[in-house]
């Protein structure tokens, strides 16, 4: 019979990542098959990881009475009070780290309106170095524009002026001069 690998972790009580770590062992190797992606494990493979983590039980509990043997009432008082303080700093080192984000999106939120800024203050910045390098081009052009308007009614009025007077013969022309 074949078990996958969540079937094993459950009949033995460990996790899924636990089997996957004794898979990789050598023996297991010929007892391991994969079927459309998922990973079976046939009878002998699995009664030999039920026979590994016993005796792996088998030493903890050794040594768990060992070490019960050997320590005293204080001992475990002090580890449960350390145990207490670790507790209370792994809460406030997450308090300090949820507030850490914050802190960092709204920073990330500024970078991005000052980048945004920076780019509308750079196309301002092109936009009046064209109109600088274009102006003095036309104010000459229309400088030389009004000029040639303003010769252009001079000769328009001498014009006008020379039509207004009487017509005189040319020797009254001569004279008068």
């Known amino acids: 019979m074949l078990y996958s690998v969540s079937e094993v972790a459950q009949s033995i009580g460990l996790s899924k990542q636990s089997i996957y770590v004794k898979l990789k ?12 992606g ?3 494990i046939d009878e002998i493979g699995f009664n030999w990881i039920k026979d590994s983590l016993k005796v792996d039980k088998n030493d903890l509990k050794n040594l ?11 001992e475990t008082a002090t580890d449960t009070d350390d145990i ?21 999106q709204e920073l990330h939120i ?19 170095q064209v109109l600088l390098r274009d102006t003095p081009q036309n104010l000459l ?4 524009h009004f000029q040639d308007l303003d010769n ?15 017509q005189k013969g040319f020797l009254k022309r001569m004279f008068k001069k």
């Open 25 to 36: 062992l050598k023996e297991l190797e010929e007892h391991i098959s994969k079927k459309q």
């Open 38 to 40: 998922i990973t079976y």
């Open 64 to 74: 768990n009475n060992e070490m019960n043997d050997n320590t005293s009432n204080e």
């Open 84 to 104: 207490k303080l670790d507790i209370e700093l792994f809460e406030l080192l997450k308090d300090q780290l949820k507030v850490k984000d914050i802190q960092i």
């Open 110 to 128: 500024q970078i991005h309106e000052l980048t945004e800024r920076l780019k509308q203050e750079q196309k301002l910045m092109e936009n009046s």
């Open 141 to 144: 052009s229309l400088e030389e």
């Open 152 to 166: 252009k009614f001079m000769n328009i009025k001498q014009d006008m002026q020379e039509r207004k007077e009487p």
